[in-house]
């Protein structure tokens, strides 16, 4: 059985200097990083941390905030601020008096901090020079504004460690300075020092250059697409390692990862998403095909099935972007047991044919009253995943392995949708768990010994409810079923409860608050489940009051979400950090849905979106041998979606378009 203290922490935010809560009033953090040296800058507004302060980790050890490298155990993260002392006094980036932003001026990213007042202007810029060296560069500009000379004396450091420098400027005058940061990963240290002007590395500027672009002509979309492409692979090593929450878990989960890998082929970042689909298949896979969940092997009855599927779904997705089916040839032995695995007797529903344990996909369990029963994102993913890999045999010319997996994957949709008494769908539209005898699951009770703090809504009297539940956007997300069915109507109108839970401010929660085991509170990702379906039903005002609502709370100015906005129980539960996952729904939600570019076995189906705001949308992606550039525009309005392309169009349907997958560049002009 699952320990109840798995998820437990004595990390006391209270304890320390305030730079070690994560959860700061109004705080941004900008990740910046190269998989050799992790990096955020914190920008603290509000006067309750360290205005501007600068974390650096090593990727490869999976650690707290307080944890940083650059974190004095008295002091924080106040060493690594700029101090410029003058005649009239010491300046520093005071609260509220600074604007912290991604810096356009760069061909990487590069992190911008403007300050000063009418003495000194400053500006600050954050970067990974180079992707082969474990470095981070801080640029320091210093413009004098007075109409005379004017000394001025510069400290920086952090922990016990400070760099001094005097500056003489003219009236006017302007100088640089640069510090670089290097990660000793051997001793587990930042050494510090002022450098020369570096250029950034040519190869590490081009491959910046050479990812996907996107531009939407709207400010908000292309802030998300900047900070989702430059902040997913700045948390991620080297060697694929990721936790699932920066600062919070120092866990890893298989799920999280694949739909991760999957977004940074989207982004163009093919070789980090095979390391981390190579990983995966190596570590998060056993010989048997059960899977890695919170770091862990679980037993049978709590094994989390729909990991199974999230894998051989993302990675079919990844070959047919890539065109190159060399992974699934070196890891076809891990694709067999995965795909098999959730076939397994074990796991079988005798009635209905569908697949039962004791876990759901939020990771409640026994002791938090999940009874044995059939999970609907279980049978979901299973069903998917089976295509995916039948996808992959064939590719493989394993037609018979091909053949038996379609099969499994219609047996299961079919009986999802249509078993009479077992079928995961009632008059609410898709429901999230029946019992092994039939009814729905609609509340569940915790053990005495299930170890929630009192605080927690599970362990407060009167019923807990596990309807409705986010999850049931994803059949429709992942088109399911037609997005226009009365189905799908259904099941989102249900969830209209979720909104405004037991809070303010917008964002949906996972799930009902009072079956909540943990802080209730809106949740980024869950709540991009919503928009991504809201997408395909041609629902725009939802997707946009959910992408104004991340516009709205804290991190947006970075683009940078943590797992949940509410109040967090830390402890006994770790303080809330930063979610790559968010990162990564933005970028399917994008790409997907809103572009519509959906490789398929049969060739490259294309079926774009333009939501209202928007008039075109221009984009180019590394795809299979060359680009894929993309034009999306506005038709008159009642004419149908026409397709322009110098490819070769295979089929056509209203709205969309199947093209053959092209041995070179393809452009393609859609109008919708």
């Given at each position: 059985?699952?320990?109840?203290?798995?998820?437990?922490?004595?990390?006391?935010?209270?304890?320390?200097?305030?730079?070690?809560?994560?959860?700061?009033?109004?705080?941004?953090?900008?990740?910046?990083?190269?998989?050799?040296?992790?990096?955020?800058?914190?920008?603290?507004?509000?006067?309750?941390?360290?205005?501007?302060?600068?974390?650096?980790?090593?990727?490869?050890?999976?650690?707290?905030?307080?944890?940083?490298?650059?974190?004095?155990?008295?002091?924080?993260?106040?060493?690594?601020?700029?101090?410029?002392?003058?005649?009239?006094?010491?300046?520093?980036?005071?609260?509220?008096?600074?604007?912290?932003?991604?810096?356009?001026?760069?061909?990487?990213?590069?992190?911008?901090?403007?300050?000063?007042?009418?003495?000194?202007?400053?500006?600050?810029?954050?970067?990974?020079?180079?992707?082969?060296?474990?470095?981070?560069?801080?640029?320091?500009?210093?413009?004098?504004?007075?109409?005379?000379?004017?000394?001025?004396?510069?400290?920086?450091?952090?922990?016990?460690?400070?760099?001094?420098?005097?500056?003489?400027?003219?009236?006017?005058?302007?100088?640089?300075?640069?510090?670089?940061?290097?990660?000793?990963a051997e001793n587990d240290q930042v050494w510090i020092e002022w450098t020369r002007r570096s250029a950034v590395a040519s190869k590490t500027?081009?491959?910046?250059?050479?990812?996907?672009?996107?531009?939407?002509?709207?400010?908000?979309?292309?802030?998300?697409?900047?900070?989702?492409?430059?902040?997913?692979?700045?948390?991620?090593?080297?060697?694929?390692?990721?936790?699932?929450?920066?600062?919070?878990?120092?866990?890893?989960?298989?799920?999280?990862?694949?739909?991760?890998?999957?977004?940074?082929?989207?982004?163009?970042?093919?070789?980090?998403?095979?390391?981390?689909?190579?990983?995966?298949?190596?570590?998060?896979?056993?010989?048997?095909?059960?899977?890695?969940?919170?770091?862990?092997?679980?037993?049978?009855?709590?094994?989390?099935?729909?990991?199974?599927?999230?894998?051989?779904?993302?990675?079919?997705?990844?070959?047919?972007?890539?065109?190159?089916?060399?992974?699934?040839?070196?890891?076809?032995?891990?694709?067999?047991?995965?795909?098999?695995?959730?076939?397994?007797?074990?796991?079988?529903?005798?009635?209905?044919?569908?697949?039962?344990?004791?876990?759901?996909?939020?990771?409640?369990?026994?002791?938090?009253?999940?009874?044995?029963?059939?999970?609907?994102?279980?049978?979901?993913?299973?069903?998917?995943?089976?295509?995916?890999?039948?996808?992959?045999?064939?590719?493989?010319?394993?037609?018979?392995?091909?053949?038996?997996?379609?099969?499994?994957?219609?047996?299961?949709?079919?009986?999802?949708?249509?078993?009479?008494?077992?079928?995961?769908?009632?008059?609410?539209?898709?429901?999230?768990?029946?019992?092994?005898?039939?009814?729905?699951?609609?509340?569940?009770?915790?053990?005495?010994?299930?170890?929630?703090?009192?605080?927690?809504?599970?362990?407060?009297?009167?019923?807990?409810?596990?309807?409705?539940?986010?999850?049931?956007?994803?059949?429709?997300?992942?088109?399911?079923?037609?997005?226009?069915?009365?189905?799908?109507?259904?099941?989102?109108?249900?969830?209209?409860?979720?909104?405004?839970?037991?809070?303010?401010?917008?964002?949906?929660?996972?799930?009902?608050?009072?079956?909540?085991?943990?802080?209730?509170?809106?949740?980024?990702?869950?709540?991009?489940?919503?928009?991504?379906?809201?997408?395909?039903?041609?629902?725009?005002?939802?997707?946009?009051?959910?992408?104004?609502?991340?516009?709205?709370?804290?991190?947006?100015?970075?683009?940078?979400?943590?797992?949940?906005?509410?109040?967090?129980?830390?402890?006994?539960?770790?303080?809330?950090?930063?979610?790559?996952?968010?990162?990564?729904?933005?970028?399917?939600?994008?790409?997907?849905?809103?572009?519509?570019?959906?490789?398929?076995?049969?060739?490259?189906?294309?079926?774009?979106?333009?939501?209202?705001?928007?008039?075109?949308?221009?984009?180019?992606?590394?795809?299979?041998?060359?680009?894929?550039?993309?034009?999306?525009?506005?038709?008159?309005?009642?004419?149908?979606?026409?397709?322009?392309?110098?490819?070769?169009?295979?089929?056509?349907?209203?709205?969309?378009?199947?093209?053959?997958?092209?041995?070179?560049?393809?452009?393609?002009?859609?109008?919708?």
């Amino acid at each position: 059985m699952i320990n109840v203290k798995e998820h437990i922490y004595h990390d006391d935010p209270n304890v320390g200097p305030p730079d070690i809560r994560t959860e700061l009033k109004n705080v941004d953090y900008f990740f910046l990083g190269n998989g050799l040296i992790q990096a955020a800058v914190q920008a603290a507004p509000a006067g309750d941390g360290t205005p501007v302060g600068l974390l650096i980790m090593d990727p490869e050890r999976l650690r707290k905030k307080r944890d940083a490298l650059t974190m004095d155990a008295q002091t924080g993260l106040a060493p690594t601020m700029l101090h410029i002392a003058a005649e009239s006094g010491i300046f520093t980036p005071a609260t509220g008096r600074f604007e912290a932003s991604w810096s356009p001026e760069h061909r990487i990213p590069a992190v911008r901090v403007r300050w000063g007042d009418t003495v000194l202007k400053v500006e600050e810029f954050f970067y990974c020079p180079d992707k082969s060296q474990p470095v981070i560069l801080r640029e320091v500009r210093l413009t004098n504004r007075r109409r005379r000379p004017a000394r001025f004396g510069i400290r920086t450091g952090l922990r016990g460690t400070f760099l001094e420098k005097s500056v003489w400027l003219g009236p006017g005058g302007e100088k640089r300075l640069f510090i670089r940061y290097l990660l000793d990963a051997e001793n587990d240290q930042v050494w510090i020092e002022w450098t020369r002007r570096s250029a950034v590395a040519s190869k590490t500027a081009a491959s910046w250059t050479s990812l996907s672009r996107i531009d939407f002509g709207h400010p908000l979309l292309d802030h998300y697409w900047r900070a989702s492409k430059f902040q997913l692979p700045a948390v991620i090593s080297r060697t694929g390692r990721l936790d699932g929450s920066v600062w919070q878990y120092n866990r890893e989960w298989l799920r999280d990862q694949a739909v991760i890998a999957l977004a940074l082929t989207m982004i163009g970042e093919r070789d980090l998403a095979g390391t981390m689909f190579e990983r995966l298949f190596d570590r998060f896979v056993t010989a048997e095909g059960d899977t890695i969940d919170s770091s862990e092997k679980r037993a049978p009855e709590e094994v989390e099935l729909d990991q199974n599927g999230f894998l051989l779904y993302t990675f079919k997705d990844y070959v047919l972007w890539t065109g190159d089916a060399g992974l699934a040839r070196k890891y076809w032995d891990k694709i067999v047991v995965a795909a098999e695995f959730p076939l397994k007797d074990t796991f079988r529903h005798r009635p209905s044919g569908l697949l039962a344990n004791r876990r759901e996909f939020w990771e409640r369990h026994q002791a938090h009253g999940i009874e044995p029963g059939i999970e609907l994102v279980h049978q979901l993913f299973t069903s998917f995943g089976l295509s995916a890999a039948a996808v992959l045999a064939r590719k493989l010319g394993r037609e018979e392995n091909a053949v038996r997996w379609d099969g499994e994957a219609l047996r299961l949709k079919t009986a999802m949708l249509e078993d009479p008494e077992f079928r995961m769908i009632d008059e609410r539209g898709f429901v999230k768990r029946r019992r092994a005898d039939g009814p729905v699951q609609e509340t569940i009770t915790a053990r005495p010994d299930s170890g929630l703090p009192a605080e927690a809504p599970l362990a407060k009297p009167g019923d807990h409810f596990l309807n409705p539940d986010t999850s049931t956007m994803l059949p429709i997300a992942l088109g399911f079923v037609p997005p226009e069915s009365p189905l799908c109507r259904l099941t989102l109108a249900s969830l209209e409860t979720l909104w405004n839970q037991a809070w303010q401010g917008g964002g949906y929660g996972r799930y009902h608050a009072s079956s909540e085991p943990d802080s209730p509170g809106a949740w980024p990702f869950p709540s991009l489940f919503a928009a991504r379906a809201s997408v395909e039903m041609e629902l725009f005002d939802n997707v946009w009051r959910i992408l104004n609502w991340l516009a709205a709370v804290s991190g947006a100015g970075a683009g940078t979400w943590f797992e949940f906005y509410g109040k967090r129980l830390a402890p006994p539960f770790p303080q809330v950090g930063i979610v790559p996952w968010n990162w990564a729904e933005m970028v399917i939600l994008f790409v997907h849905h809103i572009l519509g570019v959906q490789p398929q076995e049969g060739g490259l189906r294309l079926r774009p979106r333009l939501l209202p705001g928007l008039s075109r949308i221009r984009a180019s992606f590394p795809f299979r041998k060359g680009r894929l550039d993309l034009i999306v525009g506005r038709t008159k309005k009642g004419n149908p979606t026409k397709f322009r392309t110098d490819g070769k169009i295979l089929a056509s349907a209203p709205g969309e378009a199947l093209l053959a997958y092209p041995d070179r560049d393809l452009r393609v002009t859609a109008r919708v």
